[in-house]
């Protein structure tokens, strides 16, 4: 298997994965491979990201609840909603009830339906509620939760770009 450079990795996993502004160079299957290596590594910067948007509202004598929704809402502008369209498709697909091959072309289509709608809410509201009680309980709390959960977000696509794993 060819080496593919570390920045191509990383040029890669922030192009694909976050709407900061980089050149991705190479779209072939090592360099996305090498890609999803380094998508703990574009957690770390969008929870960075999430964890500044939280402190800064604190600093600005906010309360834990308006840093935690700040939190919630920093990476999924910085991903373009990436990770939560993918959560609506599945819940629609799965909700469904139907045969795999009719969810599969449910989870394809671009609308989304009641079953991802109410996942949506739900889940976000389990964020927020996750990231309030953090900040909460100090401001450290709350931006290390923010920025673990974004590199832990992203290391289910490290460990399915494993070698061995299909």
Do not use: N
Not at 62 to 78: F, I, K, M, T
Not at 89 to 105: M, N, Q, Y
Request: hydrophobic fraction near 55%; charge should be positive; aromatic fraction near 4%.
């Amino acid at each position: 298997m060819p080496k593919t450079p570390p920045l191509d990795g990383l040029r890669f996993a922030f192009g694909t994965l976050t709407v900061l502004p980089v050149k991705v160079t190479r779209w072939d299957r090592e360099a996305a491979r090498a890609g999803m290596l380094c998508a703990p590594v574009a957690g770390l910067v969008v929870g960075g990201c999430a964890a500044l948007a939280g402190l800064l509202l604190l600093a600005l004598g906010a309360g834990a609840l308006l840093a935690a929704v700040a939190s919630a809402a920093v990476p999924a502008v910085l991903t373009r909603g990436l990770h939560l369209d993918g959560l609506a498709d599945t819940a629609d697909g799965l909700g469904s009830g139907k045969p795999a091959e009719d969810a599969l072309r449910i989870m394809k289509r671009s609308d989304i339906g009641p079953f991802g709608v109410v996942t949506l809410v739900f889940v976000l509201l389990a964020q927020v509620a996750a990231l309030a009680q953090a900040y909460g309980g100090s401001w450290g709390r709350g931006a290390l939760a923010a920025v673990v959960s974004g590199a832990a977000a992203r290391l289910a696509l490290t460990l399915a770009a494993r070698a061995g794993v299909p």
